[in-house]
């Protein structure tokens, strides 16, 4: 039988966290997140993750595919989970690969969040920082490991035995990994891992060189697949207004003040064209930071955390370094400039209006976009009508951006969280100075 050819049955039956038989330590975690019924992926893939399967899973982000992986390898783990001071009882006994730092940073807060009352430990590595904390973190033992391929695998080069005890593999966004040359990486980690493994992969897309990625890691695994990559969100409302080119900025700067945005995310094609926007809306007075590929790795993360601060009203994105970000509660993204591809018009709307909250997805067209538009519209089988720009209202005042208080100080800023003595960073404290060497090479970066 073709791999990953056998669909899991469609288990619809639970409907709460505890009916899927997770543990009274994690359903707690989840009720102060307020988390309260399991999204369709975490419905299907929980109970098959707790029955041993391999599983590859057909989810983007903003599905819940974290939690639908994290919670049952949490469950599973719980057996083992240990106050010890000891190294030896904590190794490493889920390693997560992710394609970026970005969203291996997402997933760590995730799983420290899910795992708060529970005596596991879990730890990030990522390319770009001082190897130096990383390498102090494993020494004194993590049961789970989150990380992107190329910097795992230098802690591997000092630490052979790092990963010999590893019982859950989980590859997140491989499609992105594979796009990024990470295969080799791949390849070299593989063979660093117990050949008895459960192993989830999860991927927006599955081509078939993702079939083959499963075909020689995956052992029989089923398919799990939610909410099509064509389907735009039902939750998010999609309005058009047409602009000339000139007047995208009045036009943006229009909606934001009139509908009160309080923050949004604004998509470019383009990495100048983000700059040359995050400076016009700088000068406009309108907080506002910029993301893409060219930008340093402290410049990215600074970017994220002072956005997810709410520092920042826009962030202003291309596609690429967007992919995989997840900022709870995002009520609203634009589309600066339609992208060329309809695909990454429903990924960039997909970041509002996640896991059942509505959102807000504005695109500015200039009569230049008009074939971007149709296909669209061809992609998504809806027509989106052009609305006329809201009325200038009277000016209101710009929301003012969050005071740059310290973290402990700043209410918008979570406090560090715990687990047992080891205290948890926000994003923005896992930062470390840039060594002296250039920032790594991320292969198939932007
Ligand atoms: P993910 O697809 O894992 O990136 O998750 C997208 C967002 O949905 C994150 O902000 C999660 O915290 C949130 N989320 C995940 N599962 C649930 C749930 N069952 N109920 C409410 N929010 C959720």
């Given at each position: 039988?073709?791999?990953?050819?056998?669909?899991?049955?469609?288990?619809?039956?639970?409907?709460?966290?505890?009916?899927?038989?997770?543990?009274?330590?994690?359903?707690?975690?989840?009720?102060e997140m307020g988390y309260k019924t399991p999204t369709?992926?975490?419905?299907?893939?929980?109970?098959?993750?707790?029955?041993?399967?391999?599983?590859?899973?057909?989810?983007?982000?903003?599905?819940?595919?974290?939690?639908?992986?994290?919670?049952?390898?949490?469950?599973?783990?719980?057996?083992?989970?240990?106050?010890?001071?000891?190294?030896?009882?904590?190794?490493?006994?889920?390693?997560?690969?992710?394609?970026?730092?970005?969203?291996?940073?997402?997933?760590?807060?995730?799983?420290?969040?899910?795992?708060?009352?529970?005596?596991?430990?879990?730890?990030?590595?990522?390319?770009?920082?001082?190897?130096?904390?990383?390498?102090?973190?494993?020494?004194?033992?993590?049961?789970?490991?989150?990380?992107?391929?190329?910097?795992?695998?230098?802690?591997?080069?000092?630490?052979?035995?790092?990963?010999?005890?590893?019982?859950?593999?989980?590859?997140?966004?491989?499609?992105?990994?594979?796009?990024?040359?990470?295969?080799?990486?791949?390849?070299?980690?593989?063979?660093?891992?117990?050949?008895?493994?459960?192993?989830?992969?999860?991927?927006?897309?599955?081509?078939?060189?993702?079939?083959?990625?499963?075909?020689?890691?995956?052992?029989?695994?089923?398919?799990?697949?939610?909410?099509?990559?064509?389907?735009?969100?039902?939750?998010?409302?999609?309005?058009?207004?047409?602009?000339?080119?000139?007047?995208?900025?009045?036009?943006?700067?229009?909606?934001?003040?009139?509908?009160?945005?309080?923050?949004?995310?604004?998509?470019?094609?383009?990495?100048?064209?983000?700059?040359?926007?995050?400076?016009?809306?700088?000068?406009?007075?309108?907080?506002?930071?910029?993301?893409?590929?060219?930008?340093?790795?402290?410049?990215?993360?600074?970017?994220?955390?002072?956005?997810?601060?709410?520092?920042?009203?826009?962030?202003?994105?291309?596609?690429?370094?967007?992919?995989?970000?997840?900022?709870?509660?995002?009520?609203?993204?634009?589309?600066?400039?339609?992208?060329?591809?309809?695909?990454?018009?429903?990924?960039?709307?997909?970041?509002?209006?996640?896991?059942?909250?509505?959102?807000?997805?504005?695109?500015?067209?200039?009569?230049?976009?008009?074939?971007?538009?149709?296909?669209?519209?061809?992609?998504?089988?809806?027509?989106?009508?052009?609305?006329?720009?809201?009325?200038?209202?009277?000016?209101?005042?710009?929301?003012?951006?969050?005071?740059?208080?310290?973290?402990?100080?700043?209410?918008a800023m979570p406090p560090p969280a715990r687990i047992?003595?080891?205290?948890?960073?926000?994003?923005?404290?896992?930062?470390?100075?840039?060594?002296?060497?250039?920032?790594?090479?991320?292969?198939?970066?932007?």
């Open positions: 039988m073709e791999v990953g050819n056998e669909h899991a049955p469609v288990l619809e039956a639970a409907s709460t966290f505890a009916e899927l038989g997770l543990d009274p330590k994690i359903l707690s975690a989840l009720e369709p992926i975490q419905k299907q893939a929980i109970p098959l993750v707790l029955s041993g399967r391999d599983l590859m899973a057909q989810a983007q982000t903003g599905t819940g595919k974290t939690a639908a992986f994290a919670l049952p390898l949490l469950q599973k783990m719980l057996p083992h989970a240990n106050t010890s001071a000891s190294p030896a009882r904590h190794p490493v006994r889920a390693l997560a690969l992710a394609p970026t730092r970005e969203l291996a940073i997402q997933v760590y807060e995730s799983v420290v969040t899910y795992s708060k009352n529970l005596p596991l430990r879990s730890s990030v590595v990522f390319g770009g920082v001082d190897m130096k904390p990383q390498e102090a973190d494993l020494r004194a033992g993590v049961e789970i490991l989150v990380a992107t391929p190329g910097r795992l695998l230098d802690h591997c080069g000092s630490r052979p035995a790092l990963l010999n005890q590893v019982q859950f593999l989980v590859l997140d966004e491989a499609d992105r990994m594979l796009d990024m040359g990470f295969l080799p990486d791949l390849k070299r980690i593989l063979n660093l891992l117990p050949a008895n493994r459960q192993t989830l992969l999860f991927s927006a897309t599955f081509d078939d060189s993702i079939v083959g990625l499963a075909r020689s890691f995956l052992q029989n695994p089923l398919k799990v697949e939610v909410a099509r990559r064509n389907t735009a969100a039902e939750t998010v409302e999609q309005v058009v207004h047409k602009v000339k080119e000139d007047d995208k900025l009045d036009a943006l700067v229009r909606v934001v003040r009139s509908r009160d945005i309080a923050q949004a995310l604004v998509f470019t094609r383009t990495k100048i064209s983000a700059d040359k926007l995050g400076r016009r809306l700088q000068k406009r007075g309108i907080p506002s930071a910029v993301i893409h590929g060219d930008k340093a790795q402290l410049e990215r993360l600074a970017a994220l955390d002072g956005f997810k601060q709410g520092k920042m009203q826009l962030l202003v994105a291309t596609d690429i370094a967007a992919r995989g970000l997840d900022i709870v509660e995002l009520p609203c993204v634009f589309n600066y400039e339609l992208p060329y591809s309809p695909e990454d018009y429903v990924h960039r709307i997909g970041r509002t209006g996640r896991a059942g909250a509505s959102g807000l997805a504005v695109s500015l067209v200039s009569h230049e976009e008009d074939r971007l538009l149709a296909g669209i519209e061809r992609f998504i089988k809806r027509e989106l009508k052009p609305a006329p720009l809201p009325e200038v209202a009277a000016p209101a005042p710009i929301r003012q951006a969050v005071e740059a208080a310290p973290a402990a100080e700043n209410p047992g003595r080891r205290r948890v960073e926000p994003v923005c404290a896992l930062l470390m100075p840039p060594p002296p060497r250039p920032v790594e090479a991320q292969p198939g970066a932007e």
